[in-house]
């Protein structure tokens, strides 16, 4: 298998579609080109351990750059692939080369949403590694105001609590997590938040968020409610990195529109991760999942289509965050739950809540039961139907395994 592959974006997707392509015996030139300056490195520390300066970025790195540069996989980092043309089979970098490619993964990843209005100063987003140094100093000059109560904006909380300092959460739906994850958890994430001193006010619609000087911000709702605080960070979500996609001309929705092996609407051009709206089987349309699992596996899984091998296995997506210590994990889809079956005590912070429609387990979340989610995962991936008395008392969730068949994707 000879020839010339390039990947764009050397996140996690990318990443991992290069080593795949290796170890399953790809033997022509891959070249991954990555616009941050680092190699791979694991970006959810990027709210956790690194925004807390616990962790230096060696340790959070995929692999050493001693690694990449053994490997013979050609990456080149701080580099942006600023054209595609599909036609032509080229894409130009920002360096001035062009490259050919017989096949091409776009994985550019997502980037943070902004404000419509985004004051330049004291209001910040977060995504990667440069955005740490600005965040940090923020925190540094008194209280936070997060706008967003998602997987980022929480997690941000719990480390400047962990820092010190002071933070505040404005939420626009009605309670924290509560698109990922079932009511009953996102009253949980909310009692933990208030026990370590973090007020998520939720249902607020903001008109914008102002600098009034250089000594602070205020935010204001449509309800004329206001909000001050040292600095701000917005953190209302990532939108896919498409642009390169766009001016090439693919099918685009919310991602680019891939099928279940990861093909987009050009030749030989394949997309993966956080950037590619998927078609999944098991749910009949395109979602775009932006966990790290899901990333890494779809890399994974892309490379070996490119290489005619496509894998037919794919897990169902799952992710995890960690708050105040707690780990919370969630895997297929818990929300919008037609009925929960919570085993164990969410008070208690261990348990396992099932998502069922009609008997058949279709999400999971669990505080402290890595196990039972696992199993449940399995379930969910395996269309596991079952009486709603058995989910509920099964004496183990595994029991629940028999005569499951794994769907084919
Ligand atoms: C702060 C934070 C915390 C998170 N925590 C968790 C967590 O706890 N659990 C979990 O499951 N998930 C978490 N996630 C989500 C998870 O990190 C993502 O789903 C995952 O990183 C997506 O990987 P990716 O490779 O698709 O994209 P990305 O990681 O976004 O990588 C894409 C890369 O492509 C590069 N790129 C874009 N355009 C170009 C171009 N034209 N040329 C060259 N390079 C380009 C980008 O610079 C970027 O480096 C978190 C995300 C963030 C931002």
Not at 80 to 89: A, I, N, S
Not at 104 to 130: D, I, K, M
Request: hydrophobic share 45%; aromatic share 4%.
């Amino acid at each position: 298998m000879t020839g010339q592959i390039v990947i764009v974006g050397a996140g996690v997707a990318g990443a991992t579609a290069a080593r795949t392509l290796r170890s399953s015996g790809y033997t022509g030139r891959i070249v991954l080109v990555g616009a941050e300056q680092h190699a791979p490195y694991r970006r959810p520390m990027v709210s956790k351990d690194l925004l807390a300066g616990t962790r230096e970025l060696e340790r959070c790195l995929l692999e050493s750059e001693s690694y990449w540069a053994g490997s013979d996989i050609e990456l080149r980092v701080g580099t942006t692939v600023t054209d595609l043309c599909t036609d032509r089979g080229r894409v130009c970098l920002s360096t001035g080369e062009s490259l050919g490619y017989d096949s091409l993964l776009l994985a550019t990843g997502a980037r943070a949403r902004r404000l419509e209005h985004h004051p330049p100063l004291r209001v910040r987003t977060l995504r990667g590694v440069a955005d740490i140094a600005a965040l940090r100093a923020a925190i540094a000059t008194g209280p936070l105001l997060i706008v967003g109560a998602g997987l980022v904006g929480l997690e941000v909380a719990a480390t400047v609590r962990g820092l010190g300092g002071q933070a505040q959460v404005v939420n626009a739906s009605a309670g924290p997590l509560d698109r990922v994850v079932p009511h009953e958890v996102s009253a949980l994430v909310r009692d933990l938040h208030a026990e370590h001193g973090v007020r998520i006010d939720n249902d607020v619609e903001l008109t914008g968020i102002e600098q009034i000087d250089s000594h602070g911000v205020v935010a204001t709702a449509t309800d004329g409610r206001t909000w001050s605080a040292a600095s701000a960070l917005v953190a209302i979500g990532a939108d896919p990195d498409t642009a390169l996609a766009r001016t090439a001309g693919l099918e685009i929705s919310d991602g680019i529109l891939v099928d279940a092996h990861f093909h987009t609407s050009a030749p030989g051009v394949f997309a993966a991760g956080d950037v590619a709206a998927r078609f999944t089987p098991q749910r009949r349309r395109h979602e775009r999942d932006q966990h790290w699992n899901s990333a890494q596996a779809q890399g994974a899984a892309a490379a070996k289509s490119m290489l005619g091998q496509p894998d037919t296995d794919l897990e169902i997506p799952w992710g995890w965050s960690t708050q105040y210590g707690v780990n919370l994990q969630f895997a297929g889809w818990p929300h919008p739950c037609e009925d929960l079956v919570v085993r164990g005590s969410i008070a208690d912070r261990d348990f396992i809540a099932l998502a069922l429609t009609e008997g058949a387990l279709v999400g999971a979340v669990a505080v402290g039961r890595p196990r039972d989610l696992r199993t449940a995962r399995e379930l969910i991936a395996g269309g596991a139907v079952h009486p709603r008395a058995d989910w509920a008392e099964a004496a183990e969730l595994a029991e629940l395994k028999r005569e499951v068949q794994p769907v084919r994707q």
